[in-house]
């Protein structure tokens, strides 16, 4: 159930850009990033539903590629309060719809 | 707005004993909530949807009675970990989900220990 997160971490100076991608194996509703900060709740990012949009808030975009079953979280000009893990949360349809099953993680670290 | 409050933050107990841990919507009505475990540096694992009015649905491999799930108003969902062991230490977090435009929020996290 759960999706595959890549890559496992990420070391960035401040200004640099990143791609976090996520893919699942089954056919998805909708997926879901959210960044967590140590020993915090996780902070929801943004949602991308089916139907293969790309969606912006502020810096950081994502995509969502239906037919592949992909999605990717992209950072630009990383600033220090990016660090932290960033999960991605897939929803399938069906009997499951409403359940998030979230990747193992990338952990994002941004020195100045 | 889409606050979820869950209760304690942290609790230590005695191995045998049980610990109840509350999830509540604050400004919104969670028909649906859902609770995830957490290990150290590791994704969150889903453990349960809770239903209001019904039985919770339990993801494979989750002991239902060590794992007792009560979702009896429209705000208010509760865990409660039966004769919790050291294994059994971990952080729980339940999250709900306010309407599409807001992803779904999560409470702050209970950190349990089991010694």
């Known amino acids: 159930q759960q999706p595959v997160q890549s890559p496992q971490a990420v070391i960035l100076r401040e200004g640099e850009d990143a791609v976090i991608n996520c893919s699942s194996s089954?056919?998805?509703?909708?997926v879901h990033w959210y960044r967590q900060k140590h020993g915090e709740a996780p902070v929801f990012l943004m949602i991308?539903?089916?139907?293969?949009e790309q969606k912006g808030h502020e810096k950081i975009s994502a995509s969502f590629n239906e037919k592949k079953q992909q999605s990717s979280l992209y950072l630009t000009a990383s600033q220090l309060s990016y660090s932290g893990t960033y999960f991605c949360?897939?929803?399938?349809?069906?009997?499951?719809?409403?359940?998030?099953?979230f990747g193992r993680g990338t952990q994002l670290t941004v020195w100045p | 707005g889409a606050v979820v409050s869950q209760h304690p933050s942290r609790v230590i107990c005695k191995s045998g004993t049980s610990v109840k841990i509350e999830c509540r919507s604050l400004?919104?009505?969670?028909?649906?909530m859902f609770w995830y475990r957490q290990f150290p540096k590791q994704s969150l694992m889903l453990m349960a949807t809770?239903?209001?009015?019904?039985?919770?649905?339990?993801e494979q491999g989750v002991e239902k009675d060590k794992f007792l799930i009560n979702h009896a108003s429209l705000t208010l969902s509760t865990l409660t970990v039966t004769s919790a062991h050291p294994e059994d230490s971990s952080f729980y977090i339940c999250?709900?989900?306010?309407?599409?435009?807001?992803?779904?929020?999560f409470g702050s996290g209970t950190r349990l220990t089991v010694v």
């Open positions: 999250s709900a989900d306010p309407g599409r435009s807001y992803g779904y929020t």
């Open positions: 089954k056919a998805l509703y909708s």
């Open positions: 991308l539903l089916k139907g293969g």
């Open positions: 949360g897939t929803e399938r349809g069906g009997s499951t719809l409403g359940r998030l099953y």
């Open positions: 400004d919104f009505q969670a028909t649906t």
């Open positions: 809770s239903n209001e009015g019904s039985k919770a649905t339990y």
